[in-house]
């Protein structure tokens, strides 16, 4: 069975620095999908970043990009110029390719941003 | 507007009050799931459907009930909710296939 492990409980960063949060996942699956969700206090879940397992290629959008190590299982995501409103819970997820009959989540980050 | 519609969003009841969540989308999406969100446990499915008339047990599905009459809507039924119940519930739906899910804005349930 797959599984996402988050190992920071919080991280915090100051307002325009750039921090990374880690995450892990184990699977013998080749083909899948990965997540990063952002949970701000509103509680709404917002895809922030997706990385499909088949693209060597890391994943960006705007100043949220991943460091995707296939062989490592590691998925991280990297925010640069943190800003007040990123302060959030983050959740990694993974999907398999095959079966997709759910997500698979981590146990979350809760990300502070200080000015 | 493409969405989900969870109701209610809070709800606080007492041990052994049936509810209901209910669930919508407008997206005419095969695929929905619902999950539960407990602090240091992350996300965790509960039931999910693939289609109407189809549904299937997550991980955590001791305690609830779903069904899938129409395409659009996925309920979930607590019959005897119970204190351990207590949790931020979501609904999601995707095209069947699809890795995209499309969260509902989620139910804070209270049971005491």
């Known amino acids: 069975a797959q599984t996402v492990t988050q190992s920071q409980p919080e991280m915090s960063v100051q307002e325009a620095e750039t921090v990374t949060l880690s995450c892990t996942y184990d699977?013998?699956?080749?083909?899948?999908?990965l997540f990063w969700y952002k949970q701000p206090p509103s509680r709404q879940m917002i895809l922030v970043i997706r990385?499909?397992?088949?693209?060597?290629q890391n994943a960006t959008e705007n100043r949220f990009s991943v460091n995707f190590q296939k062989a490592a299982k590691s998925f991280s995501l990297k925010i640069s110029d943190s800003q007040l409103g990123d302060a959030a819970m983050y959740f990694c997820a993974y999907r398999s390719y095959y079966n997709t009959d759910k997500l698979i989540f981590g146990t979350g980050t809760r990300l502070q941003v200080f000015p | 507007e493409a969405q989900v519609t969870q109701n209610p969003r809070y709800l606080i009841t007492v041990t052994g009050k049936k509810l209901t969540v209910t669930c919508s989308q407008n997206?005419?999406?095969?695929?929905m799931s619902w999950y539960r969100q407990d602090p240091g446990l992350g996300l965790r499915q509960i039931y999910y459907s693939m289609n109407v008339e189809v549904t299937d047990k997550g991980d955590v599905p001791e305690g609830y009930k779903v069904s899938r009459k129409e395409k659009r809507n996925f309920p979930l039924i607590l019959e005897s909710p119970s204190p351990n119940q207590t949790s931020l519930y979501f609904c999601?739906?995707?095209?069947?296939?699809?890795?995209?899910?499309?969260f509902g804005s989620g139910t804070q349930l209270s049971v005491l």
């Open positions: 999601a739906s995707s095209p069947l296939g699809s890795e995209k899910l499309f």
């Open positions: 699977t013998s699956e080749s083909d899948y999908y």
């Open positions: 997206m005419n999406h095969e695929y």
């Open positions: 990385q499909e397992a088949y693209k060597q």
